[in-house]
């Protein structure tokens, strides 16, 4: 990665300091081909804990804009929720190219997103499925809730399925946080399979070990990511 000019930013005592930002080259065809799933979930695992250390990769976007121009060859696909405190490619610390992003509230699939799915792995050649819940979901807090308000009632019917196969005795309302959380890791698991389920090419790919489906749920409160 080539050095390039420096960005002055304030440390935590507002002291000064010179950071160096980067030219990460854009993944080509060649290198992206040469990846594993397995290798790619070690890197979306490394970047969190330097997300959670606050030791983000400074990069030179606009060069990284540049390099991207011709083509994009992206490590992973992440589903994730809508909820804009869950910045993806800050919590696995990746840059331009890295990363196909699709995002819905409550990350469940339909034919839309499963359709983007296959592109980014079968003709884009993404190694990794992650599939990302995060705590104090509020889709999930509505689902448990049964919500119904226009066009929100249909969207929670996906996740309410979920609501109901969860085995808990006790609360069964979004004031009960323990509850809620096992409904986001469920809701992952279900997603997970829904895509095993209902796009056959995607289950093929991962039989024959071309890519991964793998879940996780980010915490609010430090940053981690739990891979389940």
Do not use: W
Not at 180 to 186: P, T, Y
């Amino acid at each position: 990665m080539e050095k390039i000019k420096k960005v002055i930013i304030l440390d935590e005592n507002d002291a000064t300091v010179e950071v160096k930002p980067l030219i990460e080259t854009v993944l080509t065809a060649e290198q992206q081909a040469a990846l594993t799933p397995d290798s790619v979930i070690e890197s979306l695992k490394a970047g969190n804990e330097r997300y959670i250390s606050n030791d983000l990769t400074a990069r030179d976007h606009t060069e990284q804009i540049r390099k991207a121009t011709n083509g994009q060859f992206p490590k992973a696909v992440v589903l994730s929720c809508l909820d804009s405190r869950v910045p993806v490619e800050d919590v696995f610390d990746k840059g331009i190219g890295d990363l196909f992003v699709g995002r819905v509230a409550g990350n469940f699939v339909n034919e839309d997103m499963l359709g983007s799915m296959e592109f980014g792995c079968k003709v884009a050649g993404s190694k990794v499925i992650m599939v990302l819940g995060h705590e104090h979901c509020g889709a999930v807090k509505a689902a448990v809730d049964d919500v119904k308000l226009g066009n929100i009632t249909a969207m929670l019917s996906k996740i309410r399925p979920v609501v109901e196969a969860s085995d808990y005795e006790g609360d069964r309302t979004s004031k009960n946080a323990e509850f809620v959380h096992l409904v986001c890791i469920n809701n992952v698991l279900n997603t997970m399979e829904q895509i095993r389920e209902h796009s056959p090419i995607l289950k093929e790919m991962e039989d024959n070990g071309e890519i991964k489906i793998v879940g996780g749920v980010y915490d609010m409160d430090t940053g981690k990511v739990d891979f389940l």
